[in-house]
Protein backbone atom coordinates (compact mmCIF):
# COMPACT_ATOMS: atom_id res chain seq x y z
CA UNK A 1 0.00 0.00 0.00
CA UNK A 2 1.72 3.29 -0.92
CA UNK A 3 -1.08 5.37 0.44
CA UNK A 4 0.00 8.11 3.10
CA UNK A 5 -1.48 10.08 6.06
CA UNK A 6 -3.75 12.85 5.90
CA UNK A 7 -4.41 15.91 7.81
CA UNK A 8 -7.90 15.75 9.43
CA UNK A 9 -8.14 19.41 8.71
CA UNK A 10 -8.34 18.05 4.65
CA UNK A 11 -11.45 15.44 5.50
CA UNK A 12 -13.44 18.12 3.69
CA UNK A 13 -12.17 17.95 0.80
CA UNK A 14 -12.70 14.25 -0.01
CA UNK A 15 -16.60 14.66 1.18
CA UNK A 16 -18.07 17.69 -0.34
CA UNK A 17 -21.94 17.19 -0.18
CA UNK A 18 -22.77 18.87 -3.80
CA UNK A 19 -23.09 21.51 -6.22
CA UNK A 20 -22.13 25.21 -4.53
CA UNK A 21 -25.01 27.18 -4.19
CA UNK A 22 -26.20 30.85 -3.45
CA UNK A 23 -28.79 31.41 -0.71
CA UNK A 24 -31.16 33.95 -0.20
CA UNK A 25 -32.83 35.37 2.64
CA UNK A 26 -35.15 37.96 3.38
CA UNK A 27 -35.12 40.20 7.10
CA UNK A 28 -36.46 43.38 7.70
CA UNK A 29 -37.03 44.26 4.00
CA UNK A 30 -33.59 43.38 3.01
CA UNK A 31 -32.22 40.67 0.32
CA UNK A 32 -28.93 38.80 1.00
CA UNK A 33 -27.20 36.13 -0.83
CA UNK A 34 -25.03 33.73 0.88
CA UNK A 35 -22.45 31.15 -1.13
CA UNK A 36 -22.96 27.58 0.71
CA UNK A 37 -21.11 24.66 0.14
CA UNK A 38 -22.33 22.45 3.01
CA UNK A 39 -25.55 21.01 2.07
CA UNK A 40 -26.94 17.41 2.21
CA UNK A 41 -30.52 15.33 0.91
CA UNK A 42 -32.42 14.33 4.38
CA UNK A 43 -35.36 12.88 2.94
CA UNK A 44 -37.39 12.60 -0.58
CA UNK A 45 -40.91 13.24 -0.12
CA UNK A 46 -41.10 15.84 1.10
CA UNK A 47 -37.68 17.10 0.43
CA UNK A 48 -35.54 17.75 3.24
CA UNK A 49 -32.36 19.61 3.00
CA UNK A 50 -29.88 19.71 5.70
CA UNK A 51 -27.56 22.60 5.51
CA UNK A 52 -24.63 24.47 7.69
CA UNK A 53 -24.27 28.25 7.55
CA UNK A 54 -22.09 29.54 10.27
CA UNK A 55 -23.29 32.06 12.96
CA UNK A 56 -20.51 34.27 11.51
CA UNK A 57 -22.48 34.59 8.38
CA UNK A 58 -25.28 37.89 7.59
CA UNK A 59 -27.47 35.07 6.71
CA UNK A 60 -27.75 33.42 9.79
CA UNK A 61 -29.68 36.13 11.65
CA UNK A 62 -31.71 36.22 9.14
CA UNK A 63 -32.57 32.50 8.41
CA UNK A 64 -32.98 31.76 12.14
CA UNK A 65 -35.47 34.91 12.78
CA UNK A 66 -37.66 34.29 9.35
CA UNK A 67 -37.22 30.39 9.24
CA UNK A 68 -37.22 30.61 5.73
CA UNK A 69 -34.72 31.08 2.29
CA UNK A 70 -34.50 29.97 -1.33
CA UNK A 71 -31.64 27.30 -2.38
CA UNK A 72 -30.67 29.07 -6.28
CA UNK A 73 -28.37 26.39 -7.93
CA UNK A 74 -26.19 28.57 -10.48
CA UNK A 75 -24.02 26.86 -13.00
CA UNK A 76 -20.38 27.17 -13.83
CA UNK A 77 -21.10 30.14 -15.87
CA UNK A 78 -21.95 32.02 -12.50
CA UNK A 79 -18.78 30.39 -10.84
CA UNK A 80 -16.84 33.87 -10.30
CA UNK A 81 -20.17 35.88 -9.14
CA UNK A 82 -20.83 32.86 -6.85
CA UNK A 83 -17.18 32.79 -5.24
CA UNK A 84 -17.62 36.67 -4.86
CA UNK A 85 -20.65 36.56 -2.72
CA UNK A 86 -18.67 34.03 -0.77
CA UNK A 87 -15.97 36.29 -0.14
CA UNK A 88 -17.69 39.23 0.72
CA UNK A 89 -20.32 39.78 3.49
CA UNK A 90 -24.09 41.14 2.97
CA UNK A 91 -23.02 43.53 6.24
CA UNK A 92 -21.42 45.67 4.45
CA UNK A 93 -22.63 45.15 0.69
CA UNK A 94 -25.73 44.41 -1.29
CA UNK A 95 -24.91 41.57 -3.38
CA UNK A 96 -27.33 41.35 -5.55
CA UNK A 97 -26.36 44.94 -7.19
CA UNK A 98 -22.67 44.03 -7.02
CA UNK A 99 -22.54 41.56 -8.65
CA UNK A 100 -25.28 41.87 -11.36
CA UNK A 101 -27.77 38.93 -9.99
CA UNK A 102 -31.34 39.94 -10.36
CA UNK A 103 -34.08 39.20 -7.37
CA UNK A 104 -37.26 37.43 -8.95
CA UNK A 105 -40.60 36.73 -6.73
CA UNK A 106 -40.91 33.27 -4.55
CA UNK A 107 -44.31 31.93 -4.43
CA UNK A 108 -44.22 30.87 -1.16
CA UNK A 109 -41.45 32.49 1.27
CA UNK A 110 -40.46 36.07 0.85
CA UNK A 111 -37.17 35.29 0.46
CA UNK A 112 -36.39 36.42 -3.78
CA UNK A 113 -34.93 33.40 -6.25
CA UNK A 114 -32.22 34.26 -8.27
CA UNK A 115 -33.11 34.26 -11.95
CA UNK A 116 -29.90 33.67 -13.52
CA UNK A 117 -30.01 30.27 -11.43
CA UNK A 118 -31.17 27.64 -13.32
CA UNK A 119 -33.03 25.99 -10.65
CA UNK A 120 -34.32 27.42 -6.91
CA UNK A 121 -36.16 25.57 -4.38
CA UNK A 122 -38.18 27.68 -1.97
CA UNK A 123 -37.59 26.29 1.75
CA UNK A 124 -38.76 26.96 5.38
CA UNK A 125 -37.29 26.13 8.36
CA UNK A 126 -38.76 22.73 9.83
CA UNK A 127 -36.25 21.74 12.54
CA UNK A 128 -33.80 23.68 14.68
CA UNK A 129 -32.22 21.28 17.21
CA UNK A 130 -28.86 21.31 16.32
CA UNK A 131 -28.41 24.88 15.21
CA UNK A 132 -26.91 26.06 18.63
CA UNK A 133 -24.66 23.19 18.60
CA UNK A 134 -23.65 22.52 15.47
CA UNK A 135 -25.35 25.83 12.94
CA UNK A 136 -27.11 23.08 11.14
CA UNK A 137 -30.53 24.08 9.48
CA UNK A 138 -33.46 22.13 8.24
CA UNK A 139 -34.93 23.10 5.72
CA UNK A 140 -38.21 21.27 3.56
CA UNK A 141 -38.35 22.41 0.01
CA UNK A 142 -41.75 23.58 -0.35
CA UNK A 143 -41.77 24.68 -4.24
CA UNK A 144 -38.81 24.26 -6.93
CA UNK A 145 -38.44 25.98 -10.10
CA UNK A 146 -36.08 24.57 -13.09
CA UNK A 147 -35.21 26.46 -16.33
CA UNK A 148 -36.09 24.23 -18.58
CA UNK A 149 -34.26 25.87 -21.39
CA UNK A 150 -31.03 24.60 -19.78
CA UNK A 151 -31.06 21.14 -21.00
CA UNK A 152 -27.81 20.07 -19.83
CA UNK A 153 -26.81 22.38 -17.01
CA UNK A 154 -23.14 22.09 -15.40
CA UNK A 155 -22.68 23.17 -11.35
CA UNK A 156 -19.43 23.05 -9.71
CA UNK A 157 -18.55 21.42 -6.45
CA UNK A 158 -16.33 23.03 -3.59
CA UNK A 159 -13.05 21.13 -2.84
CA UNK A 160 -11.37 23.25 -0.45
CA UNK A 161 -8.53 26.12 -0.66
CA UNK A 162 -10.06 27.83 -3.88
CA UNK A 163 -10.25 24.45 -5.58
CA UNK A 164 -13.57 23.45 -7.40
CA UNK A 165 -14.56 20.40 -9.76
CA UNK A 166 -17.26 20.87 -12.58
CA UNK A 167 -19.72 18.60 -13.24
CA UNK A 168 -18.97 16.73 -17.14
CA UNK A 169 -19.52 13.69 -18.20
CA UNK A 170 -22.23 11.20 -16.87
CA UNK A 171 -22.83 7.62 -16.90
CA UNK A 172 -25.91 5.27 -16.83
CA UNK A 173 -25.74 2.28 -15.01
CA UNK A 174 -28.91 -0.01 -13.76
CA UNK A 175 -30.60 0.48 -10.69
CA UNK A 176 -33.94 -0.75 -8.91
CA UNK A 177 -34.54 3.04 -7.50
CA UNK A 178 -37.79 4.50 -9.54
Not at 45 to 65: I, M, Q, T, W, Y
Not at 101 to 115: D, G, N, S, Y
Request: glycine share 6%.
Amino acid sequence: MRKKSLPLSRVYRLLEPGPVVLVTTARRGVNNVMTMSWHTMMEFEPPLVGCVVSNRNHSFAALKASRECVINIPTVELAEKVVACGNTSGRDIDKFAAFGLTPAPAALVAAPLIAECYANLECRVVDTRMVNKFNFFVLEVVKAWIDPAKKQPRTFHHLGMGAFAVDGKTIELPSEMK
